[in-house]
């Protein structure tokens, strides 16, 4: 049963793909009902979603859902990354990012170098850089708000979305403000730092899959999952917006999975009660009822809640575990579809190209998927076949991209805003 390094290959799930139609399974029916009366599936719907054969039915289901959130719409965002090192305290087993300082290959960039960074991002017109790095065991907490201000005053249109919350948890055990009962307080404070240089949102990284047995086995030493909702928690309580990723197809279980996406959606039942939302009895938030309003960011004057799940295939190659196969793309399609169904109250469901490739990411714009990011350039945790870093695509390329899987292209800002463009000049459009 449980699922080592040794035996992951054998428990990696894989239900055989049945011929498109030819055997619906008429338990999907019960669940496409429930779905679309906006109640919530049950871990045991989440298993059959799973296990069911029948992945176009999933997958169809699922883009009804997203078709009563969106629409035809698809959003794209353009936007720059930018891992400002990767030197790392920890030696994450999935990680092929990760260097220690002095290492071939370790690098830390200046404040020059994103000084120049964020002048790049402004002169291509981003709308954000997502910043994020490894958990550099020197650099103090004043190069992170040194960082986030050097953007602004260079760049000060460009949304900064930065820092996973295992280095918002790093900087405050730096700033010696992370301690015992009181580790709540230790990221507020970091977190309010943060926000007060220019920081805009925080991206979804650094979740993995929130289950022990996981955490002990491929990523020790990173924060656990209640720390990881805590950072995310106590950031919607400062009114900034987050994301949520999940890193699947290694060592974790198909239930290690649904309990990941649960945990979600409860702390984003939280989130959406504070902006007001009435809950279910039970505690259950969902958008997927018909008429429910998405939340915005100005909703109550503020933003505070998830704005996305992106699942993220496991990339095998480089990291200790690359002896895995990894996901593959019947795989791949089947979990956003399945995400996006489970999570009943997050507002978008991405696939971020880089990892799902452009092809399969279309694919999964017809599965649930209402998001693709986004033009990206430089991208250095994963290597697409470990040669180079430099992965971009155009607006017209992610346009093109989007109309062949029929829908509408609408470019967003990081928070969901729509933006007007004409070559690099954009403003939003409330
Ligand atoms: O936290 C690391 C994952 C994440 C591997 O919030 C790997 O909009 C696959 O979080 N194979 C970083 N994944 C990426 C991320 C993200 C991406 C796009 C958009 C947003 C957003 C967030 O990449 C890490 C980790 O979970 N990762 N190594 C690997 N070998």
Redesign the pocket.
């Known amino acids: 049963m449980p699922a080592t390094l040794q035996d992951a290959r054998r428990t990696t799930p894989t239900t055989p793909l049945v011929r498109r139609g030819a055997t619906p399974d008429s338990r999907l029916e019960a669940l496409r009902e429930k779905t679309l009366a906006g109640e919530r599936l049950t871990m045991e719907d989440g298993r059959l979603l799973y296990e069911t054969p029948d992945i176009w039915s999933v997958c169809e289901i699922a883009d009804a859902v997203r078709r009563r959130l969106h629409g035809d719409i698809t959003y794209y965002n353009v936007n720059r990354h930018l891992n400002y090192s990767n030197v790392c305290a920890l030696s994450c087993k999935?990680?092929?990012?990760h260097r220690k300082r002095g290492d071939a290959g370790a690098y830390e960039h200046s404040m020059e170098d994103i000084r120049a960074e964020a002048a790049k991002a402004r002169d291509a017109g981003a709308t954000e850089m997502?910043i994020?790095g490894g958990l550099h065991p020197y650099l103090p907490f004043d190069y992170y708000t040194d960082m986030i201000r050097t953007i602004r005053d260079e760049a000060p249109t460009v949304h900064i979305?930065a820092f996973?919350a295992v280095e918002v948890v790093h900087f405050a055990k730096i700033a010696k403000l992370y301690k015992g009962a009181d580790r709540k307080e230790g990221i507020r404070a970091v977190l309010k730092a943060l926000k007060e240089a220019g920081l805009g949102s925080l991206?979804?990284?650094?979740?993995?899959v929130f289950d022990d047995r996981v955490h002990d086995e491929a990523y020790k030493g990173k924060i656990r999952s209640d720390v990881w909702l805590d950072v995310h928690r106590v950031a919607h309580e400062l009114g900034l917006n987050t994301?949520a990723?999940i890193?699947y197809g290694h060592i974790e279980r198909i239930d290690d999975r649904l309990t990941h996406m649960d945990m979600l959606r409860t702390a984003q039942d939280e989130a959406l009660s504070r902006l007001g939302y009435e809950a279910a009895p039970g505690g259950a938030v969902t958008l997927t009822r018909p008429g429910v309003e998405l939340p915005t960011p100005a909703m109550n004057g503020r933003g505070g809640y998830f704005q996305?799940i992106?699942p993220?295939?496991?990339?095998?190659d480089g990291?200790e575990l690359e002896n895995l196969p990894g996901p593959g793309g019947v795989e791949n399609l089947r979990t956003l579809a399945v995400a996006r169904l489970m999570l009943d109250n997050f507002p978008h469901a991405?696939t971020?190209w880089i990892?799902q490739t452009l092809p399969m990411a279309q694919l999964q714009l017809a599965s649930g998927a209402d998001d693709i990011?986004g033009t990206v350039v430089w991208y250095d945790?994963?290597k697409v076949g470990g040669v180079s870093t430099h992965q971009e695509t155009t607006v017209w390329d992610l346009c093109k991209a989007i109309r062949e899987a029929g829908f509408r292209p609408v470019e967003r800002d990081t928070v969901y805003r729509r933006v007007e463009r004409d070559g690099a000049s954009w403003r939003v459009v409330e």
């Open positions: 999935f990680c092929e990012f997502h994020v979305k996973t991206p979804g990284g650094g979740a993995e994301n990723t890193l996305t992106i993220l295939p496991f990339f095998p990291s991405k971020f990892m990011d945790i994963t």
